[in-house]
């Protein structure tokens, strides 16, 4: 069973900056990707970035575009989502998910983390 950590959640203002990361417990397999959902009160779970272990391939939402950076490190088995130019709508859990594909579609990640609370408010 494939265990998922997220980490650095936490507080910030707009237009502050703040990293999230997930590490997993599991066997990194090339083809599989790595994403970021959020979900906050009252909405649906949001796809926000991905990426492929094997080559670094990023996909990434719209409304985060130029402002969001997913990477990996395949050393710490660790992949960071940095997110600059935070706006209130940012606010959400967010979850990091395995896929054994890049793909945007939550149905088809198979592991979860806990989900870590990330809140932009002045």
């Known amino acids: 069973q494939v265990q998922l950590r997220e980490s650095g959640g936490g507080m910030v203002q707009p237009g502050e900056s703040l990293r999230i990361s997930c590490t997993t417990s599991?066997?990194?397999?090339?083809?599989?990707?790595m994403g970021w959902f959020r979900q906050a009160p009252g909405k649906e779970r949001e796809f926000v970035a991905a990426v492929r272990w094997t080559d670094g391939t990023t996909e990434y939402t719209d409304s985060v575009k130029g402002r969001f950076k997913i990477s990996r490190d395949r050393i710490s088995r660790t992949v960071h989502l940095d997110m600059n130019n935070m706006k209130p709508e940012d606010s959400a859990v967010y979850y990091c998910g395995q896929a054994s594909s890049l793909t945007r579609n939550w149905q088809a990640y198979d592991s979860w983390g806990q989900g870590t609370q990330v809140t932009v408010s002045s």
């Open positions: 599991g066997r990194i397999i090339g083809s599989y990707g």
